[in-house]
């Protein structure tokens, strides 16, 4: 597998790495939310909020866009999807040798049986 962008997928990582801004994006999947909305599940200040969420819009998980004081985020899924795509290449990779591991289990026990049997 080719890895196109790996400082891009280090940066999500990254940005998923903290409790905080995977709430934050479970919110924002709910849809567009301002920054203190984000903060108030946390009891946190907003400078606090902006940081988290400077970190996921760095990862291209968040756009904000600012009308007067108020800042507004939403959610950006097309990362997420990219990470998604990284993780399930390596689902597939312990998919397979978790069969091969069960086929010769299976296996095994057949010949136990076969032995115990004779």
């Not at 819009?57 to 507004?72: D, F, I, K, N, S």
Request: one cysteine or more.
């Amino acid at each position: 597998m080719v890895e196109k962008r790996p400082a891009t997928l280090d940066a999500v990582f990254h940005a998923l790495s903290d409790s905080t801004r995977r709430a934050m994006l479970r919110e924002l999947s709910q849809g567009e939310r301002t920054v203190s909305a984000l903060a108030a599940p946390f009891s946190m200040s907003l400078a606090g909020a902006s940081k988290h969420v400077k970190v996921l819009e760095g990862a291209g998980l968040v756009r904000r866009r600012v009308e007067g004081r108020t800042h507004y985020c939403r959610l950006e899924a097309a990362r997420l999807a990219e990470a998604e795509a990284w993780l399930r290449y390596y689902e597939r990779f312990w998919t397979r040798r978790l069969d091969t591991l069960e086929a010769l289990l299976i296996e095994d026990e057949r010949q136990q049986r076969k032995n115990h049997t004779d």
